[in-house]
Every structure is written in C-alpha cells, then in structure tokens.
C-alpha cells in the first residue's frame, strides 16, 4: 500500500516538527510512505469562509498530488475531514472520489487501517491532557461525544495509553471546543480567544504538563494563549508523543 | 442597571458581552449546567438515540405532506369548533390577531410564551394599536418590563441575575429595595400576573404540536400560565407555524418526552395541555402562519430545519452562545438553530450569524430532532458568499488564497519569505491592532525551515 503523506500548510510552514514525527512514526510502523512535494493546503480556510467554489486550484492540485495513492495520512483531523467532505475536482472526478474514501486522520489510519495493538517501545512519563478536536471527534468519529447516549470509546487516548509512563489526566469538559474554529479565530476574536482561555484552564486546573491532540490548528490556539500566559505548561502533536524517545 | 446590547453584528455584540467576564463565566456555567441535566435525563433512556431517529423521521414525514396535514388539521379543528385563519407572513399574522381583538372589543390580552409572536413582533404591533399585551410566563414578563427581547427561547431571561430582576420589580412592582430572594420576588410575579389574568378578555398562547388526525393542539408550559390565560379568557387564540403540525396523537408520545428532557433535564413539562375545543361560550382561534417556512421547505439544503420543536439544547450546549449571550445574535430564535433559520428571513441583515460558529458540531449531537445545524451553517456561508453578502475583503482575500495554494512555487516562496519575515518583525507579528490573533494569543515561532525544505534535505542524503 502506497500511502501518500499530507502535510497542512500551516503545519508545513510553522510546525515541522509534527511533519517529521508523523513521518517517523509511520515508517517505524513499516508503511510505504511518501510525500508528495508540490502539494500545499486542504482548501478549508476558503470553504469555511463561504467560497468553497474558489478552492477548486487548489483541489485541483491536492488530486495532482495524490491521485496515485493507495490512502493519505495527515495530522490533522479538521483538514482531513474537509477533505472527506468537500474534495473536488471536475477533471478528475474519479480520483477525487478515490482520494475523498481513502484520506485518513493520523489516529484513525493506526487503529483502524494498520489495527495498531502495541506501538515500538516509548516512554513520554508525564502528565498528560487530550484535547478532543471537534472535526476529529464529531466529524471523524474518532471518539465518543458527550451528547450522544452511545458507547464510550476514544482513538487517540487507546494509542496514548500504550506509551510507557504517560498519565492522562481527566477534564471537567472533554469535548468543549477551542475556539480556533478558522477564519472564526479572527473575525470573533474576543470569543475566540475566550474559548481559548477556558479551554486551557481545565487542563491546567487537572495538572497537565502537557497538552495534546490530534489537530494542531487547536494546539496552536492553546499555545498562543499558554505562551501568552507564560505558562510553563507545554504543547505536542500527539505524533510527537508516539515518537517521544526517537 | 446595564443597558442591552443592541448591535447588529454578532462579533461586536460578542465583544462587548465578554468585557464583563466574570458574568459571562455565570452564564456559561448556568447554560451548561442545564445542558448537564439533559445529559443525565437523556442517559436513562436506553432508548434514547431511537427516540430522536423516530422523531426526525416524523418529522421528515411530514414536512414531505406538509399540504396535506395542515388541510386535515384545519378540516378536524373546524370541525372540533375552532376558527381556522392563514397568515401568509408576521404582518398578515398580527392583523388577524387584532382584527379577532376588535371583533370582541377586547383591550386587554395576557400572553404565554410563543416565539412565533416573537419572530412576527405582534407585542409592539398590538401596543401601537392600543392593546395591552401582558406576557405571563415569568421570564418573558421580566424582559418585557425591561423592554428588551428574550436572550433565550425557553429561558428568555436567562441573562439576568436575582439582583436585576430585584431592582427591575422594585422599579415596577414595588417590592423592597434590594430584595433578591426567589420566593419573595416570585410571589410579588404571581401577584402582579393574577390580576391580568382576571382582566383578560383574549388569551393568546403558542402551540408546540399541533395534531393532525384530531385538529386539537397542545402547549407545554411550566407555569401553568397557558391553562389559566386560556381557561380564564372568554377568546384563546393560539398561533403556530406551519411546522407545528404532526400526523397523530400517538407520535407526542415520542415528543414531548424528548422536548422536556432536552430542553430542560424534566423527565416532563410541568404542564402539557390539550387543547381541542373551545369550553362553552368561549371561542378558540388557530392562526397558521408561514412567515418564509415554504421558501425553507423548497430547499433541499435547509429544508430540515423545519423539524426543530424549539427545545433550546443547541444554545445550552454551544460553546458561542454560552459566551456571547442570546441578544448577540440580534433575532427572536439565537443560538445555532436561529443561526440557519435568521438568514431565510434575511439575508442580509443576518448574513453575519452563519459564521458566528466554529462549526464544532455540539448542536447537531444535542438535537432531539436530528437538524444536521453545524452543516446547514456551513452551506449557509457558501450561500452568502456566492450571493455577496459576506465582506468583499473576505473574498479578495479567498481569491488569492487560492492562487497561492494552486500554485506550489510561489506557496514555497511565500511560506519562506512569511517565516522569514516573522523572526525579523516578530513584534510585528504580535502586533493587536494589525494582527486580530495577537491580541490575547501569541502566534506560533516561525521555524528555521518548512517540513518540506526539510523533507527535501532528507531525500537528498
Ligand atoms: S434545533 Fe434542535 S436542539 Fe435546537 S432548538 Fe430546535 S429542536 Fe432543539
């Protein structure tokens, strides 16, 4: 299986840290990955902001890109679902649709496409807070949300459960938003930044030492407001955590 | 005493509620703990999830017949003795109401709540036509007095703290100065409302499910309020939307147990009222009202918002609403739901509201009616966008972002060219007033070089 790396591209420009973990992480689980170097972004920032029609270049070019990929791995559950829900291209409508069934979300590929039971050894011995994302979660189903009345269960706490020493701490409310939310983080500013605010403070309330998720977009929101605070509390791609010893 | 915030956009009114944080941590808190009681009355429920496909697939029903259900209520109801009118919108809907006012010489009308006189502005309307109207649910009753709309649709005063609603009846209703206990200012309520009841000549109340097969309606209540304006007054006139109609009786055994539990963590409204014929020598009216519902049904897109039985659980849950309070939404219906049904009213006036959301998807979870809210804000923004009614800059903005983002080379150059100038103005970056992020976030430090770049680097060793 050819798996074709997704790299957003803020997490290209500002985090590529988290490009190069989740690279480790999936070559050190034997995949066959590569990363297709003229791709650029996902196209959501113009879709959320109602111009879904103006993203059809760059679609165009993420189909370009991937087109001949078995499945796409990327560390971001928002970008990821957007692809899911909105990739397309009018040229090439079958390999959007190959593309638009076969993207994955980080934790989503190991559990569900490679079934991961154990991860090659690591130890990350903190105290550790999971930020839900709200498109991995609700949009991915990548865990249980709190509304619904189904069983409980959460993709990126079972893989971080299988790192040695790791201490996950419990919320009072484990799957509010951020308030990152896009283009939402500055035409409500104030709001967003609350959200922000509050979301952070049940981390530290419980004594996280580090936070960590899934989609980097919200890890960012939580560290803006962290280092505003000058907060020695620290923030880290889940993939950064799976690969904490490498 | 603070005056509301009436502005029309929704980030602005949103900042303006944030600057007293410390009440917003009230209301957040208060909202989510009604949202936790939902929680809990929802989890006794094994059945729970079928009970909300049942009632979305009742509901898509009978949107799909609408025509037909609302020809075999007003044939049952007509039957059952109740006068049967159409309003074709909110000013048509308040003439009816005045003109039955005038046929009966009545002066004097006590309302329960109904957010449909609400979203058709009946209350200023009937003023300005010399008709007192006296709102008797006791949350409506205080931002009534206070004249400001409700913030909430099932807890319009939510808003507010004991301590304004002890000024604003020390001000109105003569109770002590200072007072806030509950009880003593309840009592002063019940006092003040008895009086209207007794000097009513028209209720008017609203109808959550109105029932096809029996032409009779049925209005749920807490207060009991609905039952003694209606039993007291010689005329009741009940107004309801179009989308109010459900096919039988047997299908409110699978509402109301989800609208009491959703709305507010009861296992049941303290008061669900049938309502199927006028009591002798009282006359019963039902005034169906369309106000924009079949332009919403003619879209596939936005049709299902259509189900909504108005339980209010996407405002207690959503993480805006409970920050930035009902009013800034600056509609009758706030919250997520009022979001997507706002901008079919208008466009433009409410072409802000679609985006007053992070799209988290809380609301749609939470909905006992299944409206998928979070997407219809979504195709909501598209909408506006293609229709122009989002800010030009926004979309010079998207246009060039997309240039970019096709265009690998010159995504590469800027990206490196960003980064670069970040770490030489990196006060300018974190600059608030030119950059809106910064201004209680600090923005993330560039680093040396881009995934790729490195990538690359890799490849080449
Ligand atoms: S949209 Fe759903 S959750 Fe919101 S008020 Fe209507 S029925 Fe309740």
């Known amino acids: ?246 | 005493m603070e005056t509301p915030v009436r502005t029309t956009h929704h980030a602005e009114a949103a900042a303006a509620f944030l600057r007293d944080e410390e009440n917003v941590d009230w209301h957040n808190e208060t909202l989510w703990f009604v949202r936790s009681k939902r929680d809990k009355a929802a989890a006794v429920l094994p059945e729970w999830e079928d009970l909300r496909e049942q009632a979305s697939r009742i509901k898509n029903h009978t949107l799909s017949r609408l025509d037909d259900y609302l020809l075999e209520l007003e044939k049952n109801a007509q039957q059952n003795g109740i006068t049967v009118h159409w309003a074709s919108d909110a000013d048509e809907h308040n003439r009816i109401v005045l003109d039955i006012m005038r046929q009966h010489n009545a002066t004097q009308v006590v309302k329960s709540k109904s957010m449909l006189t609400e979203e058709c502005h009946l209350n200023p309307y009937l003023l300005k036509h010399g008709i007192d109207v006296i709102d008797t649910d006791l949350g409506e009753r205080i931002v009534q007095l206070r004249n400001e709309p409700p913030s909430h649709i099932v807890l319009p005063a939510i808003h507010l703290k004991k301590k304004h609603i002890g000024d604003l009846f020390h001000q109105h209703l003569g109770t002590d100065a200072g007072a806030t206990d509950p009880q003593y200012l309840t009592e002063a309520a019940r006092i003040h409302l008895r009086q209207k009841f007794l000097l009513a000549d028209v209720a008017i109340t609203g109808v959550n499910f109105a029932v096809a097969e029996t032409g009779g309606f049925v209005v749920c209540t807490n207060e009991g309020n609905a039952d003694l304006g209606a039993h007291l007054a010689k005329v009741h006139i009940a107004c309801m939307g179009i989308e109010k109609v459900i096919p039988k009786g047997e299908h409110l055994g699978v509402f109301l147990r989800l609208l009491a539990r959703s709305a507010t963590g009861q296992t049941t409204t303290t008061y669900s009222s049938h309502f199927r014929r006028p009591a002798p020598g009282q006359t019963m009216h039902l005034v169906l009202v369309d106000n924009g519902r079949t332009r919403q049904l003619a879209s596939p897109d936005f049709r299902n918002s259509l189900k909504c039985i108005r339980c209010g659980a996407c405002m207690n849950t959503c993480p805006v609403y409970r920050r930035s309070g009902g009013h800034s939404y600056h509609t009758a219906i706030a919250g997520p739901i009022g979001s997507i049904l706002a901008p079919n009213i208008d466009m433009k006036q409410y072409a802000d509201l679609p985006f007053a959301s992070t799209l988290c998807g809380s609301c749609t979870n939470v909905c006992p009616v299944k409206i998928d809210i979070h997407q219809q804000l979504y195709k909501w923004r598209q909408v506006l966008g293609e229709a122009g009614a989002v800010d030009p800059a926004k979309k010079v903005g998207m246009t060039g972002m997309d240039f970019l983002f096709s265009r690998p080379g010159l995504y590469r150059f800027a990206g490196r060219a960003g980064r670069r100038l970040m770490k030489l103005f990196p006060s300018l970056a974190n600059n608030g007033s030119l950059n809106p992020w910064a201004v209680h976030r600090d923005m993330p430090k560039p680093p040396v070089q881009s995934f790729r770049d490195w990538y690359a680097e890799q490849e080449k060793k």
């Open chain 1, 1 to 246: 299986m050819k798996v074709g790396l997704f790299i957003p591209c803020y997490i290209d420009q500002f985090y590529p840290q988290v490009g190069i973990a989740t690279l480790r992480l999936l070559q050190r689980l034997n995949v066959d990955v590569t990363f297709p170097m003229e791709q650029t972004c996902c196209g959501q920032p113009m879709a959320n902001s109602g111009f879904e029609k103006l993203a059809t270049g760059c679609d165009r070019n993420f189909v370009r890109n991937f087109a001949d990929c078995d499945a796409v791995v990327g560390p971001s559950g928002s970008c990821v679902l957007h692809l899911k829900e909105h990739l397309h291209d009018e040229q090439h409508p079958a390999e959007a649709a190959h593309l638009r069934d076969n993207v994955y979300e980080l934790c989503e590929f190991l559990t569900d496409v490679l079934k991961v039971e154990q991860l090659p050894p690591v130890r990350f011995p903190h105290r550790v807070g999971l930020h839900t994302s709200c498109h991995g979660q609700r949009g991915l189903g990548l865990s249980s949300a709190s509304e619904l009345m189904k069983p409980k269960f959460s993709k990126p706490e079972r893989l971080l459960n299988m790192v040695d020493g790791l201490e996950l701490i419990t919320l009072a409310h484990p799957d509010e938003c951020c308030g990152f939310g896009g283009t939402f983080c500055v035409f409500e500013e104030a709001l967003s930044a609350k959200m922000g605010k509050d979301r952070v403070a049940d981390h530290v309330r419980h004594g996280a030492e580090v936070i960590t998720g899934g989609d980097m977009s919200c890890l960012m929101q939580l560290e803006g407001t962290l280092r505003r605070q000058k907060s020695p509390v620290r923030v880290m791609h889940i993939a950064e955590i799976l690969t904490a010893d490498v």
